[in-house]
Structure formats: structure tokens, C-alpha cells
């Protein structure tokens, strides 16, 4: 039998379904972000392809809630700030991005909608905190 200190909590990946559940996400946010006009000053900021942008996100979010931490080893000390530093980074455009993201989370609808919710607010946070 294992003793607590052997056993490891659920994380955030975990409970929100894994890899499958973090690439669908963010699959939805970039057709949200490509598609609704709404996110245009988003999208203008990123390449005609998105492809690269799409399997870097649902490594880095993976990563970010507690699953492998592919992303981050293979970006030694770098975090999101340091990735987006270049960038002027409007308020709107801050702003685009957490109702792009929080959409692409219900959308998505993982079955610990409190868990993910709270997951769409606190990365809503973390992409305001860019803006300028």
C-alpha cells in the first residue's frame, strides 16, 4: 500500500484530462483567434501559420498545469514574460487574448468546469499582466 508521502496529487493536467484535453484547447483557441473578427489585432500579431504557435501553447499550458514540462525544458529559463518581451503588447489586445482563451476552455468544456474555469481566469490574468 503506498503511504500519502509516495502518492502524488492529481494535477490540474491530470484532472482536466491530459495532453488530449490542453491540444484541444488550444486548437479551439486559434480557430477562435483565426476566425472571429473580434481577436483581428490579436491575430495580426502572430505568423500566417499557426502551426508552430499551436504545439508550442498546449506544451507550454501542459507544462504550466502541473503535467510534462516539455515546453520548459526545451526553453531553459524562459517563462511566457521573457517569450512575449519583444512584443508591445496592447491592454486590447491583452484583453482579446484572455476572452480568446476563456472561450477555447468552455468551449472545450472539460469535465471539471470549475477547475478549468479557474484555469481560464488565472491565464486571463497572466495575459493581462502583458498588456501595456
Not at 28 to 33: E, G, I, K, P, T
Not at 66 to 86: A, E, I, L, T
Request: hydrophobic share 40%.
Amino acid at each position: 500500500m503506498a503511504t500519502s508521502a509516495q502518492t502524488k496529487p492529481a494535477t490540474p493536467f491530470s484532472k482536466l484530462g491530459g495532453h488530449e484535453t490542453f491540444q484541444a484547447i488550444t486548437e479551439r483557441f486559434y480557430d477562435v483567434m483565426d476566425s472571429d473578427p473580434a481577436y483581428a489585432e490579436l491575430r495580426a500579431m502572430h505568423e500566417p501559420d499557426l502551426t508552430r504557435m499551436r504545439g508550442a501553447l498546449a506544451l507550454f499550458l501542459a507544462g504550466w498545469a502541473g503535467g510534462p514540462r516539455d515546453w520548459f525544458d526545451q526553453n531553459p529559463g524562459r517563462c511566457m514574460m521573457s517569450v512575449h518581451k519583444p512584443y508591445t503588447i496592447s491592454s486590447q489586445v491583452a484583453e482579446q487574448w484572455s476572452e480568446a482563451m476563456q472561450r477555447a476552455i468552455a468551449d472545450v468544456a472539460p469535465e471539471e468546469d470549475q477547475l478549468a474555469k479557474a484555469m481560464g481566469e488565472a491565464l486571463g490574468e497572466l495575459a493581462k499582466s502583458m498588456g501595456q
